[in-house]
């Protein structure tokens, strides 16, 4: 196995490796913002570009041998150009949160405001969270849904942006199952002349399908994270106009990152490649149909959730009323091999270690082959686990069903120690 060779000898770490790998591949893994790598991927991430130092880009490099970073990142950007349509791309960001930071050290000053959506009702924490960096370097104000319908309130939005007047606002979020319509967005940000970010971490890979429409055309920014729906390696991406070009490439670099990791760029090539195949949309729609199945199921026997359903890749149960909190929820899961995780939903008063949702996701089943009769099974357990959550040895009576019936699904095959 590609990650283990070289390691005979280093006999602790070859465990923890491998029995990740065998956690992988056992457990019904469930996190939205989670997805299995494609091989070619994991290789590519694990090449000598480890090695190079390559600080600049392409043509205006700081360090000496960099012909072949050149063109691999220049492949990259040509591949992330051609499947979302944007005129420039810097493909170096190490991770969603640091793109956000590039993408607003690019248009912002320390103090001035963003509106960002409220973390409760699924905006993410640096979009202007207190505890995050961007809570605390910016004067933050949110946005969030409606409380009747929990879709996204752009009534209100257009309020607050005529009255706060935010230098920009960030549209996008980490558990909001509903499309977003980045019209409304840029109507507020005309407004109030701000600047649009556009956050698709979470439904890049749905937007690269054609699934989700395109914020390319409405925002002055958009970021990105590349390992969620977008199934590449762990990082970041931003997408801008030509105009805004210069700003993120310096914020990027030197702004806040040394060196690329041109090794994970060379990961971030890969996945764009396959981005690019046929079979890539296939995959995003089998995902959200895969969503839509998990919804219906649990809505029919009682599950409420939060906007009713999905348009996406990922649902949020509300938890309210069952007799159990989202922490609850998610340590039953774990005891029955079933990986999720807790998560506020819309104007809940419960703390946040304790919230009273769980969120569920189909990209990374869909990976392994799940189908929708696939997801009815994957229903019933999770139904199964919920009903016995202070049931221990039930539980555990899951665990070993869920595992025969994920072990059906190969998961890097040719990979063992
Ligand atoms: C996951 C996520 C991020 C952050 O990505 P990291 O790579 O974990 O830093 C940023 N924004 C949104 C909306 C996300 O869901």
Not at 3 to 28: A, F, N, P, V, Y
Not at 132 to 149: A, M, P
Not at 257 to 273: D, E, F, N, S, T
């Amino acid at each position: 196995m590609v990650t283990l060779k070289g390691l005979e000898l280093d006999q602790r770490l070859s465990q923890i490796l491998h029995r990740e790998l065998e956690r992988q591949r056992r457990k019904l893994e469930m996190i939205a913002s989670e997805n299995f790598a494609s091989e070619a991927v994991l290789a590519a991430g694990a090449s000598v570009f480890t090695n190079k130092y390559a600080e600049g880009y392409p043509e205006r490099r700081y360090y000496g041998g960099c012909e072949y970073a050149d063109e691999l990142e220049v492949l990259t950007h040509q591949r992330v150009k051609k499947i979302f349509g944007c005129e420039y791309v810097n493909v170096q960001p190490h991770s969603g949160s640091s793109a956000n930071m590039a993408a607003y050290f690019a248009v912002l000053k320390p103090g001035d405001s963003i509106l960002g959506m409220d973390l409760s009702h699924g905006g993410h924490l640096t979009h202007g969270a207190a505890v995050s960096f961007s809570g605390r370097l910016f004067s933050c104000h949110s946005y969030g849904v409606s409380k009747e319908t929990e879709l996204i309130d752009y009534d209100r939005l257009i309020e607050l942006a005529t009255t706060i007047k935010p230098k920009v606002i960030v549209a996008g979020a980490s558990s909001y199952p509903r499309i977003i319509d980045f019209q409304k967005f840029r109507e507020a940000a005309d407004l109030c002349g701000a600047v649009l970010i556009v956050d698709m971490a979470h439904f890049a890979g749905l937007v690269a399908a054609g699934i989700h429409p395109s914020p390319v055309p409405y925002a002055e920014i958009v970021t990105s994270t590349t390992h969620k729906t977008l199934r590449g390696p762990r990082g970041g991406l931003i997408l801008c106009r030509l105009s805004q070009a210069k700003a993120i490439d310096e914020q990027v670099f030197p702004g806040l990152q040394g060196g690329p990791l041109m090794h994970i760029v060379a990961a971030k090539c890969a996945a764009m490649g396959e981005a690019l195949q046929p079979d890539f949309i296939d995959y995003q729609h089998q995902t959200v149909k895969n969503a839509q199945r998990l919804a219906a199921r649990l809505s029919s026997v009682g599950y409420r959730l939060v906007s009713g359903g999905t348009d996406t890749h990922l649902i949020l149960v509300d938890l309210r009323g069952s007799g159990l909190n989202g922490q609850q929820a998610q340590t039953a899961l774990d005891l029955a091999g079933i990986t999720a995780n807790k998560n506020m939903v819309p104007f809940e008063k419960e703390s946040f270690k304790a919230p009273s949702g769980l969120r569920l996701g189909t990209a990374a089943l869909t990976t392994r082959g799940f189908k929708e009769s696939d997801i009815d099974q994957v229903s019933r357990f999770i139904i199964d686990a919920l009903d016995h959550h202070d049931d221990e040895s039930k539980l555990k009576k899951i665990a070993q069903k869920v595992e025969d019936f994920t072990i059906n699904f190969p998961l890097y095959p040719g990979m063992d120690s």
